[in-house]
């Protein structure tokens, strides 16, 4: 085990040191969310912290980024925000993994009359934008972050579905497989030893990039007022606030705007070539170059690359 | 001499879109105790249905319309799930066609070597199977086996891929071990090397070995005796020696100018031409009459039957009125 955990963190080092978009994006993921989990040690400002006096202030040297219209630190709220934007996302992107694989396998597994009705089913959830899908679930479950990280997860779900599902039919026959159900393992044996570890190389690239999309969900739905709601500094909730002042003080909006466009920009580059290094089939897809534009146009156009490849 | 496996009247179909696709018709094959036999045909013929029917592996659509399959005098088409399964990777073991879709590309060859012995054997220490496996992978002709043991598949090669396979099968002593195309997707000098550990294999464990192939050169260097099939019937049978040198059907003697270009035999210029017929929907008379450049009215009309001289049989009118 230990010896596994060593080369993972070999391949890592190796990939960072030969691939520099992956290395980028990478190391801008790694740098936010240490800042984040380091808040409270980085700065000294309490983020909710109201001090009308120095409100609407540009950078300088006290405030790097400035302050809000409360006068609250900006870049203290960032800090904290990331907590929110980038836990939430991650905690819908492992809901949404856990009823991608369990969904995902079930339905490639056993075939039959069971994968056409859970493929009928995906198709109406794939058929709405997801984020129009998390709006409608996320006001139709009520406000909490449960409820919040239940809707993005169900919106997420159906991409990883497809992927898992696809992955299964394309190992469930091969004669590997066959001859360990044929000794008389158990199903749930097969699908757990031998079906899953081998459908990772799919699976990790796309969680990384559907994380990508989750910030983007839970940004959107931050702004709009139906997700994390305001005195809580959350990137979008935080537009959604400094909306006003968008002419006047234009750093209030740029700066957790560049954060949103930061992260999920990071996660779709690394993403992308998480893709190239562990699924051969998907070289020849994107060629590296491509790579960063394929990591901005994600952000807006999500699912359609997951429609191209193969179902 | 006793029969460790013997195939009667076998009729294999397969349910499709269009119809009955009848993949194996009235098969009968014998193997005898330590003997190697071969079953040739072009792709398509039916060798490898009989191979998943030895096995049991048959996938859903196939119907077995007829026939027994006698391992040891016992009938496997009539056995229970249950009781098959302690045959099936125990007494009978397979040689897999393609080694690098045959192992889990993500676990290494001791887990896989364990996973089968734990089952098949009930062997659970991990020092234990270590042992045995590396005494197999010794028998099998890998030089460093501690080693090999602690790799993944996708570094080992095809060859040593197969010769683990290999090892694998033999590991719990079964009785018969059928190969299905076990060296067509290696290169040429390790198939001879493959083929030549089989025989070896043959000789010091004294199992029997179905032999599956579409190559009558490895059919020829291995085999004792051959079983030739067209269009899932066997077309001619007998001893490797007899069936090479002086080959009845003309299928078989198109087969053999093919394999030896240089051997010109009977006035057949060219090649097997043409294709085999539509398994669904079969002609009414002989299978191989629209290829056989041999073929007179009758071929066309009736079905010949399988002609029987000692050890040797032929299915082609051009030999029925000798045995009448």
Redo the contacts between chains.
């Keep these: 085990m230990s010896t596994r955990i060593a080369y993972t963190l070999y391949s890592l080092a190796r990939m960072i040191r030969e691939d520099r978009y992956f290395a980028a994006g990478f190391i801008t993921i790694l740098v936010v969310i240490i800042l984040s989990a380091a808040a409270s040690i980085i700065s000294p400002y309490d983020p909710y912290k109201i001090d009308l006096i120095n409100k609407l202030r540009g950078p300088s040297p006290e405030h790097p980024m400035g302050t809000d219209q409360l006068g609250r630190d900006l870049f203290t709220r960032i800090l904290y925000g990331g907590r929110y934007t980038l836990f939430l996302s991650a905690s819908a992107v492992l809901l949404a993994l856990v009823i991608g694989l369990l969904v995902g396998t079930l339905s490639g597994y056993y075939k039959g009359w069971l994968d056409l009705i859970v493929q009928r089913f995906v198709d109406i959830l794939m058929s709405f934008p997801s984020i129009i899908l998390a709006i409608a679930l996320a006001t139709m479950l009520g406000y909490g972050l449960e409820t919040l990280v239940i809707a993005v997860a169900i919106a997420e779900s159906p991409f990883l579905i497809r992927v898992v599902r696809a992955a299964v039919i394309s190992i469930r026959d ?7 159900r ?4 158990g199903d749930l044996y097969v699908i757990l030893r ?1 079906v899953i ?2 459908i990772m190389y799919v699976v990790i690239p796309q969680v990384t990039l559907q994380m990508g999309s989750a910030i983007l969900i839970i940004a959107a739905l931050g702004f709009l007022g139906i997700g994390i709601k305001p005195p809580t500094p959350e990137w979008g909730s935080m537009l959604n606030e400094a909306r006003a002042y968008l002419m006047d003080y234009p750093h209030l909006l740029i700066f957790p705007g560049l954060m949103i466009f930061l992260s999920i920009v990071s996660f779709n580059i690394v993403g992308e070539s998480l893709k190239m290094r562990l699924d051969p089939k998907a070289r020849s897809l994107i060629g590296s170059r491509s790579r960063l534009v394929w990591g901005l146009y994600r952000g807006g156009r999500r699912g359609l690359d997951e429609r191209n490849t193969s179902y | 001499m006793s029969a460790i496996l013997a195939i009667e009247s076998l009729s294999i179909a397969y349910q499709t879109e269009k119809g009955l696709l009848r993949a194996v018709d009235n098969v009968d094959l014998r193997i005898e105790d330590r003997e190697i036999v071969c079953l040739v045909g072009e792709s398509g013929s039916g060798k490898t249905t009989v191979a998943n029917t030895i096995l049991r ?1 048959l996938p859903p659509n196939a119907i077995i319309l007829d026939g027994r399959v006698l391992f040891e005098g016992v009938d496997l088409l009539n056995m229970e799930e249950e009781d098959m ?1 302690k045959i ?2 125990r007494k009978i073991n397979i040689v ?1 066609q ?1 080694p690098s ?6 676990l290494n060859i001791e887990t896989q070597f364990c ?2 012995l734990k ?2 054997k009930g062997i659970r220490e991990r020092d234990r199977c270590r042992e045995i496996a590396i005494d197999l992978l010794g028998r099998v002709g890998i030089a460093d086996p501690e080693r090999v043991l602690k790799l993944y598949p996708h570094q080992l090669s095809g060859g040593m891929k197969q010769r683990v396979l290999i090892a694998i099968a033999i590991s719990t002593s079964p009785r018969l071990l059928v190969a299905d195309e076990p060296t067509s997707m290696l290169d040429a000098t390790i198939q001879s090397q493959i083929l030549d550990l089989l025989l070896d294999i043959n000789r010091r464990e004294g199992l029997s070995m179905l032999l599956i192939t579409h190559d009558l050169g490895v059919a020829m260097s291995a085999c004792n005796r051959i079983y030739v099939m067209y269009a899932g019937e066997i077309v001619e049978s007998g001893s490797t020696e007899r069936v090479i040198s002086k080959p009845l059907h003309p299928y078989t003697i198109a087969l053999i100018d093919n394999a030896f270009l240089s051997f010109k035999s009977q006035g057949i210029k060219r090649a097997v031409s043409g294709e085999p017929p539509n398994l669904i929907d079969l002609p009414s008379g002989c299978r191989f009459s629209s290829r056989c450049p041999m073929a007179f009215d009758k071929c066309v009309k009736e079905r010949p039957n399988l002609v029987q001289r000692g050890i040797d049989s032929v299915r082609c009118f051009l030999y029925h009125d000798a045995s009448a």
Excluded: W
């Design positions: 091969l004669p590997y497989i066959e001859a360990v044929l000794m008389g393992y031998h570890p081998n | 592996i399964s099936r990777g897999p393609n879709t045959a192992l889990n590309p993500i996973e089968f089952h098949k």
